[in-house]
């Protein structure tokens, strides 16, 4: 005779389960948040060209009720930069909790990049745009394809050529995701969201330094644009961030170092954020030139170990 109370295995998971189905539409939701975010980023970068066109200063249209983020960001366009910020931090944690609630769908990898090519491509051209016409405004140049100025016309293409790569890079992501020799471990060119983040940053450091320093981002951004976008569309290698500093055991100097950037940032923002990206941003070129003289290619991963891990929803949302 047994004393002890028995019950169907299920029965202990089975709320758990439930739960979890319960939050499976969160991904969806953070997914739809990251499109809205580059949406909004999209329409304050169109105000701003309406107000310098209507001859109305940022100072005149407070672009926030909170006097903190009306001083950190001052004009529509650092408002949409800041926006395409947040719309990235959604885009981190819908994969996540996809992984996290076993939600993971094609559907759900579809409409990720969908919303990539809005936040992480049409917002950022859009964006610069804005940025060139304020910029140029005293000049009489207005970015355009038909610009007579050579400025305004390479303004103009540069953004377009950024929004193209864009989207090139993420169709052709997720296509070759899908293959069985696709190496989870690397990024084949620079992700979406890292070249967006070069070009946020210009645009929020922009307003922080000397007119000097703030003449040359206005003549290097369309550079920039145009670098990005074809580093997107390379094969150049770059390392998955999380997996190479925040995943398994990484030593005590890496908890330094994000403690050092982390104190950093809280005092310096917008030169931190462009020294972060300037430096994922060239990490690739850098690694690849060095492998290339040494003779060495990179790594192959074990795709099969790759998805028994359960890192290929992250994966597929961080394209």
Known sequence: MSVVATFPPSVSGKPRRKRLKSLAFLPTLLTLGNLTCGFAAVHFALRAMYELGAGISDGQILTMKSVQIERLLPSAIQVGAGLIIVGMIFDCFDGLIARMTHSMTNFGAQLDSLADVVTCGLAPATLIVAFMTKELAAESVLPSPISEHFLGRISWVSAAVYLACAALRLARYNVEHDRKDFDYRLFRGLPSPGAASLIVAIIL????????????????LPAAALATGFLMVSRIPYRRFYRAYLVGRQPFTHLVGFVGMATIFSVAKAPTLLALVLWYWVSGPVEWAYRALRGRSTPNANPGAANASGDTATDRRLA
Request: glycine share 18%; aromatic share 12%.
């Open 205 to 220: 450091i922009h307003e922080q330094v000397g007119p000097f320093a703030g003449g040359l981002m206005v003549y290097a």
